[in-house]
C-alpha cells in the first residue's frame, strides 16, 4: 500500500472512531433523556434527578467504546492523561481556574457595573455547595474523556486544531438538546429558542476551544478539562446569573476565545504540523520525540486497531 492508500486509510478509521464515539454516546443519552421527556408528555412522571444521572453517562460509554478498539499504547497513555495530575504545570492550573472562574465571574460584575446585579433566589447551605461541588466533578469525569479526549485527539489528528475542535463542539451542543425539553433541569429553565438558549450553546462553543487549549498546553492531559468543566459549572451555580450576566460571561468567552485562536495560529498549543502529530506518541506528555527535546502536544490516533 502506497502512503497516499495508508493515510487515506488511517484518516477514514480516525472519522470511523469519531463516528463510534458519537453512535454509541447519543444512543445511550438520548434514549434516556429524550424516553423521559416522552414519559412525562404522556403524564407518567420521572424522577428528573435520576433521569439525568442515568443519562450522562453516554460520553463515557463512548470513550470506552473507542478505547476498546484502539491501540494497547494509546489506551495506556490515555489513562495516564487521565488520572495524573503531576503531567500538568502551575502555570497551566492557574490558566484552568481562569478559564472555569472568571467568565462567570465578569458576568456577575459586568451586571453589577450597569445597576442590575443577579442575585441568588436562595441561600445555598454548606450541604448543598458540597453537592454541587460533588456533582460538578463527576460531570466531568463522564463527559470530558470523550469531548476533549477520544473526541479531541480524533479530530486534532485530521484537521486544524480549530476546524476540528468545533466538530466536538457541535456534538457537544447537540448532546444536551433533550434537557431543554426536560422539566426541572437548568436547561429547561433557560427555555428553547430563548436568548439564554443561544448564549448557553455559543458559551459551550466559545469552551470547546479553551478546553482544547488547556488539554493542548498542558501537554494532553484530560485531568485538566475534568476540572475545568466541574469548575465552570460550580462557579456557575455559585455566582447569581441571570439573563443580564449571560451577556457579559458569553462576551468574556468570546475573547479569550479569539486571543486563544490569534495568539496560537490556530493550533491551540498543539503541534502545528500534521507530521509531528503522527509521529508522537499520546503517552509523552511533554511530546518527546526521542531525542530529548522537548516539542508541543500531538496526539496519537486514536483509531487504530488493538494490538494482538
Avoid: C
Avoid at 473507542?66 to 504545570?89: H, N, Q
Avoid at 469525569?141 to 479526549?149: D, I, S
Amino acid at each position: 500500500m502506497n502512503h497516499g492508500q495508508g493515510d487515506a486509510g488511517h484518516a477514514s478509521g480516525a472519522w470511523r472512531a469519531l463516528a463510534g464515539y458519537a453512535v454509541v454516546t447519543f444512543a445511550w443519552t438520548w434514549t434516556i433523556w429524550w424516553g423521559a421527556v416522552v414519559a412525562r408528555a404522556l403524564s407518567i412522571d420521572v424522577p428528573v434527578g435520576l433521569v439525568v444521572f442515568l443519562g450522562g453517562p453516554g460520553p463515557l460509554l463512548g470513550t470506552l467504546f473507542v478505547l476498546r478498539r484502539s491501540a494497547r499504547g494509546y489506551r495506556r497513555g490515555f489513562l495516564g492523561r487521565t488520572v495524573d495530575p503531576r503531567r500538568v504545570s502551575g502555570a497551566w492550573w492557574l490558566a484552568m481556574a481562569a478559564v472555569a472562574v472568571l467568565p462567570a465571574l465578569v458576568g456577575y460584575l459586568g451586571s453589577a457595573a450597569v445597576g442590575r446585579p443577579a442575585v441568588m433566589d436562595v441561600a445555598l447551605p454548606a450541604g448543598a455547595i458540597a453537592f454541587a461541588i460533588g456533582f460538578a466533578l463527576a460531570a466531568g469525569l463522564v463527559e470530558e474523556p470523550g469531548w476533549r479526549g477520544v473526541g479531541q485527539d480524533v479530530v486534532q489528528y485530521r484537521a486544524k486544531p480549530v476546524v476540528g475542535i468545533l466538530v466536538v463542539a457541535a456534538l457537544w451542543v447537540a448532546w444536551h438538546l433533550p434537557l431543554f425539553f426536560l422539566e426541572g433541569t437548568y436547561q429547561h429553565d433557560l427555555g428553547f429558542l430563548t436568548a439564554r438558549f443561544w448564549y448557553f450553546n455559543l458559551s459551550l462553543a466559545l469552551l470547546s476551544v479553551l478546553y482544547a487549549w488547556l488539554v493542548n498546553g498542558s501537554g494532553g492531559s484530560v485531568l485538566i478539562a475534568v476540572v475545568a468543566h466541574a469548575g465552570t459549572n460550580v462557579a456557575g451555580g455559585l455566582i447569581p446569573q441571570d439573563a443580564l450576566t449571560d451577556v457579559f460571561r458569553t462576551l468574556a468567552l468570546a475573547l479569550a476565545a479569539v486571543a486563544v485562536i490569534v495568539f496560537t495560529r490556530g493550533d491551540l498549543a498543539l503541534a502545528p504540523s500534521r507530521r509531528a502529530r503522527a509521529t508522537q506518541a499520546a503517552a509523552a506528555p511533554g511530546g518527546d520525540t526521542g531525542d530529548g527535546v522537548g516539542a508541543p502536544w500531538a496526539p496519537a490516533d486514536p483509531s487504530l486497531e488493538p494490538e494482538p
